[in-house]
């Protein structure tokens, strides 16, 4: 395994690889002393990956303490505890994968950092594990679509966004005339917490901005999205949990660190770094509601569209079951002429009985009567269907005024 050594001072700085005879040479050596007795330096040591062989030579060469190593293989909770007068830090990181999107899921990947920092009164040395958080699939709730999924075959480790972390620190230690380079390995120690804290705030913009988009969606088709709008953001809510478990795991582990070293510089530092955890747990609190609230507005806009679904189901209903009425109502009366008239009684001579059937145009006069009934019949239900019209507008009007 390769590790990444950095030796810096006030004046310079310097960064290398060590494997294979190098890294056992530095692994069984001793670091030369400085030109500067009073300016002694500070040397950073990071390993990629967990391999038991170089995190036991680790715990030879530095003694880190057996409970420390101990959660470095068991991958705790966010914590910082003092074993003697020296330091340890185990942080659960939240990194986000790409470019935040309105339009995309967002795509969230853990990894687990563990930190050895050497106490007073040298504060010289600090040591830095990183590896995929093994807790991190288990428990994170996983929105999967095609599209994720293609994405997702160019993640192949935990190891790209790691490489991010400690480029960022050596940036922030190779700048020029960088106060960094000027305090002890305790305030890279919380340049630790500050890039982790920046991850959870780039992952908390980045749900903001993704909610944002799903946000218009529902507001575009309203009970038309797909089913797969309801499925993210409900997934979402439950990510969020954990990022909120996260920020408030972080909180948590700078207040211990700020009751375990008391310097006013130190606290300081501490203070501004968990202002913006502040920031990131309250935003992750309003984006939890801002879930809640849009699953509730797009359950009274579907239960609105299966009411105004049904309602119109009704009314179609209604006004077939109205036009049979009208048309049986209008017919019966001839239905029942054409019945009485059509009933062959005759006299005793063989005439036909109804006097009626023996006019000379009866045929004719029939029809006429027929034609007629049919007309004002028909006038008549138009107006008392458009009156009843009037009156279903009329109401529908005032109980819209009513209405706030």
Same mark, same amino acid.
């Given at each position: ?11 310079? +700085? ?9 890294? +056992? ?64 830090? #185990? ?8 470019? %935040? ?32 958080? !093994? ?38 230690? /190779? ?37 944002? !988009? ?11 999205? %797909? ?78 569209? /299966?009411?105004?679904?049904? /309602? ?51 045929? #004719? ?6 034609? #007629? ?25 005032? !109980? ?5």
């Amino acid at each position: 395994q390769e590790l990444k050594v950095v030796d810096y001072d006030a004046r310079e +700085h310097q960064a290398t690889c060590l494997a294979g005879a190098k890294l +056992h040479e530095f692994l069984f050596g001793h670091r030369p002393r400085p030109r500067d007795p009073e300016c002694p330096g500070v040397r950073w040591v990071h390993a990629d990956g967990l391999q038991m062989q170089t995190l036991l030579s680790l715990t030879v060469k530095y003694s880190l303490h057996p409970l420390a190593v101990e959660d470095v293989i068991q991958q705790v909770n966010t914590k910082i505890d003092c074993h003697g007068s020296h330091y340890f830090a #185990a942080i659960e990181q939240l990194c986000l994968i790409g470019e %935040p999107s309105t339009t995309r899921p967002v795509r969230v990947q853990g990894l687990h950092i563990s930190a050895f920092c050497s106490g007073p009164p040298n504060l010289d040395t600090l040591v830095t594990l990183t590896q995929p958080d !093994g807790s991190f699939d288990k428990s994170w709730p996983e929105y999967r679509t095609l599209e994720r999924d293609e994405d997702a075959l160019s993640v192949t480790s935990g190891y790209e966004e790691t490489l991010s972390l400690v480029e960022r620190l050596r940036r922030r230690i /190779q700048q020029p005339r960088s106060r960094l380079r000027e305090r002890p390995a305790n305030f890279l120690l919380l340049q630790v917490f500050d890039i982790c804290s920046d991850d959870l705030l780039s992952v908390t913009n980045a749900y903001s901005l993704r909610l944002g !988009g799903l946000e218009v969606q529902l507001r575009d088709a309203g009970a038309a999205v %797909p089913p797969s709008w309801l499925d993210e953001l409900s997934t979402i809510r439950l990510q969020l949990a954990i990022v909120l478990r996260r920020v408030r795991g972080m909180l948590r582990a700078l207040r211990q660190l700020d009751s375990l070293d008391t310097s006013a510089d130190m606290s300081g530092y501490i203070r501004d770094i968990a202002d913006h955890l502040d920031e990131a747990f309250d935003d992750n609190g309003m984006l939890v509601e801002k879930c809640g609230v849009l699953i509730g507005s797009y359950e009274r806009i579907l239960e609105r569209t /299966q009411d105004e679904a049904r /309602q119109f189901a009704t009314d179609r209903l209604n006004n077939t079951l109205f036009v049979l009425t009208v048309i049986t109502t209008i017919l019966m009366p001839l239905q029942l002429l054409a019945g009485v008239y059509g009933m062959n009684f005759v006299d005793a001579q063989g005439m036909v009985s109804i006097p009626e059937l023996r006019w000379k145009n009866g045929y #004719a006069y029939f029809w006429a009567f027929s034609v #007629a009934y049919l007309v004002v019949s028909c006038a008549f239900a138009f107006r008392l269907y458009a009156r009843q019209q009037r009156a279903v507008q009329r109401i529908s009007a005032a !109980g819209a005024n009513r209405a706030p």
